[in-house]
């Protein structure tokens, strides 16, 4: 029997690796949560017809990439390729009633059932945010600062491109993309299938183009931005007087338009240009149709913006963010037999409680084994108890990075530790410092905020 | 059309609840960071043949209460029910070159198509590590410990009991099924029909009847214990013996057996005893077998554990764990006109580059909406900008505690509410102090490790 492997396309995340995810999330979180969001975790799971609604034409063409299967209760499920539409299902049904806007962040794993390429995986995160419920061109601005400042913070600044662009609204779009379709009516050899597909469904798509041809006529042809009214300019026109207020700088692209079809007025992405690609950090847009798409009565105002997590990481290690590693381990304890192994025990506890990193050496392995052990996993100090040594209380204690032993008594010697590896080493926290125990019963109002039921 | 709803017995989780789920992810991180465990996330879907091995006899009986399905590349895939296969899948693949034991951990949705009823859901989330590599009874006594600790640090010391059985190896373990079954033999006509199903299949299973006949009949029926041989008792006796040390309080309780069919030697589970119910917080146990029972040519040791997020969260509430709130917005930045938000935007920002929390009033609404939103929001201070103020660069500060209200320069304002606020209060952090962006390129081991494929 062979061992049933991995799922292609999917990673397992740990390691160095798995590091890189954590800071990510750390930056991103404190960002947020320093703006007034806060987080939501909505199901892998969503109704299939929820997606295929979120398009705005209901075909089920949207799911021959996803994993949509029937479950045992006979729903048809999808798991979720992009948290937006269960974000706004969730707004609507649980948060109609809060002060609005909501602020709402979320770091979960999407599925797309891609083509396989490298550096895209099918199970893959995106750490994005939603702000629902008001509709202000600041908010579009603030949410591209946000994410010029999560990628400062994660010493991608200086690297990377905004570009903005305006979709106006449906209207406004649909007179656009009959002159755009038109403008591409008498040069259709140009085309290639792809885009001859697109002129015919979707122009719009047509400015995705890869194509060079494409590109070029796109320069001159017709802008969407010429096609904004009055309502519509002075929003873009305020999006931008925001963004230099922030400080944010940033370029127009009239090509811009994104890969999902609900957005309107403003869109943007980051793009990266350090690479050998423009690919894309991250992008997002004003998305205020998709609530009546997805049945509720009427518009809501809605901007949002997410990262793919995979390249984020990606573009770190390009550019050579090197992580600091605070979970070193600053102290390995060897024990050699029985009565060396219940002092090393409570050593290791004790060291926990100094915030000290330690490992305890296992079983009965020779002190050339466990050294070499020490080694590998970089501890500062190794802690030897011997025989001898259980008896009389007392320890050896190694300087790995000096090459010095020197013998110590058990009560004194992680004190000495501390002393050498200094208290910025250490990881101070506790629990307790987070909350209180409260003999009043709470309230029924607080009650009901506490059940997910 | 109708808003698709939810995936039923699946939840959004947000506000006041996703606070707690936050608090309790952190107090587990910090505990098995300090314990040199890192982190682990294996992908949501697994090939179906995993978790059916996973059990022992690759029945698919398994897989009925889960969601599994085959995707469009004929695969048949399960969304993990637990983690533990692909936990042991992955190092199997990745991590038998590291050092041994590798501490991992994991904080995982996980799917059940169960029987829907209260306080059970469809998508749940667990906190659990896994010890593979190496065999040690300090190692189970350990694991037991971390749990202890993470319980006490969520504010629920003295709340719960740690249980613990051994259920030796596998042929201890059948000599003494031969005993139990013969037990019961004489005794069917006390066994509903569920019981008599597991007397069939696997009597073990009879360790776990709610039925008040047969627990009655346990407390004389042959007890595992008895029948463990030489080694097994010892390593049983090695881990009471370190419990010991380490001061967890626990009860031996024979009928002890878990939910999973590849437990050997110590199995526990840490059961709340302060609500209605006898409820399992969590539980673990050492599952030697698995990796063997999953393909690999040999066993390899391994001992892990489990916490069901919700069901902590719940034991939390019930305790009255009430949590601090640290996301409190400390400043509400009010502005009447578009001059007067031109200022108050990088007011805004400039709050939170001082770590104050601030909320920025949007649109063009009135004095009377922005004050209560302020106060929705809980907003200590506000800052009021009007169409004067603005000419003259100054605002109002409104103590909303208090009920004052003063004039000052824009200036100085933000200092004036830090003062008040007092600087223990605000998020101080600064990514830059984790990273150091290098110049010189990775070496191509360090890349490997920072590479998914």
């Known amino acids: 029997m062979e061992i049933p492997p991995r799922v292609r396309w999917m990673q397992d995340i740990f390691g160095e690796y798995q590091r890189y995810f954590t800071f990510l999330k750390k930056v991103a979180r404190h960002e ?39 479950d045992k209760g006979g729903r048809e499920v999808v798991m979720k390729p992009e948290s937006t539409p269960g974000v706004m299902r969730a707004y609507l049904e649980h948060m109609l009633e809060e002060p609005q806007p909501v602020y709402l962040y979320y770091i979960e794993p999407h599925f797309r059932y891609d083509r396989p390429q490298k550096g895209r995986y099918r199970q893959f995160h995106q750490i994005g945010a939603e702000i629902i419920g008001e509709v202000d061109p600041i908010l579009d601005a603030k949410a591209i600062y946000i994410m010029a400042q999560i990628l400062d913070g994660l010493g991608l600044a200086g690297t990377y491109t905004v570009k903005i662009n305006s ?32 002129l015919e469904k979707n122009p719009l798509r047509l400015l995705d183009s890869k194509n060079a041809d494409v590109k070029e006529l796109l320069k001159v042809a017709p802008k969407m931005t010429d096609f904004l009214k009055k309502d519509s300019l002075e929003f873009y ?23 999902l079809d609900y957005y309107s007025h403003t869109v943007w992405e980051l793009v990266d240009g350090s690479g050998r690609t423009q690919d894309a950090l991250g992008g997002g847009g004003r998305y205020d149709g998709l609530a009546k798409s997805i049945g509720y009565k009427t518009e809501v105002p809605a901007v949002g913006f997410a990262f793919g997590a995979e390249r984020l990481i990606e573009a770190m290690i390009e550019r050579g963010v090197q992580l600091k590693n605070k979970d070193k381990i600053h102290l390995y304890i060897m024990q ?10 409570p050593l290791n ?7 000290l990193n ?7 392995p020779s002190i050339k084994v466990q050294l070499k052990k020490a080694n590998r996993v970089g501890a500062r100090f190794v802690i030897v108890i011997g025989i001898m040594e259980a008896k009389k209380w007392i320890c050896q204690l190694k300087d790995m990075d000096r090459g010095t032993q020197i013998e110590m008594p058990l009560d004194n010697v992680l004190d000495a530790v501390i002393a050498e590896v200094g208290t910025d080493a250490l990881s101070f926290y506790h629990p307790s410092r987070d909350f209180i125990i409260s003999d ?13 039921d």
Chains 1, 2 share one sequence.
């Open 237 to 259: 026109t305020k999006v931008k007087e925001y963004l230099d207020i922030l400080g944010v700088k940033y370029e127009e692209d009239h090509t811009l338009v994104r890969g």
């Open 32 to 70: 947020f949560r320093t703006n007034g969001f806060t987080r939501i975790t909505t199901p892998i799971l969503e109704l299939k017809s929820l997606i295929t609604h979120s398009t705005g034409d209901g075909s089920d063409i949207v799911t021959k990439e996803m994993f949509d299967f029937t």
């Open 358 to 364: 330690s490992l305890l050496g296992l079983g009965t």
């Open 336 to 345: 050699l037999g029985d009565e060396a192994k219940k002092l090393a025990l």
């Open 440 to 452: 009043v019963p709470m309230s029924e109002e607080k009650m009901r905020r506490v059940s997910m």
């Open 167 to 198: 979709l106006g609204v449906a209207k406004e779009r649909e007179k656009y993309l009959i002159e755009l379709a038109s403008f591409f009516e008498n040069k259709k050899h140009l085309l290639d299938e792809t885009d001859l597909a697109r």
């Open 349 to 355: 506890i004790e060291a926990r409680k100094k915030w």
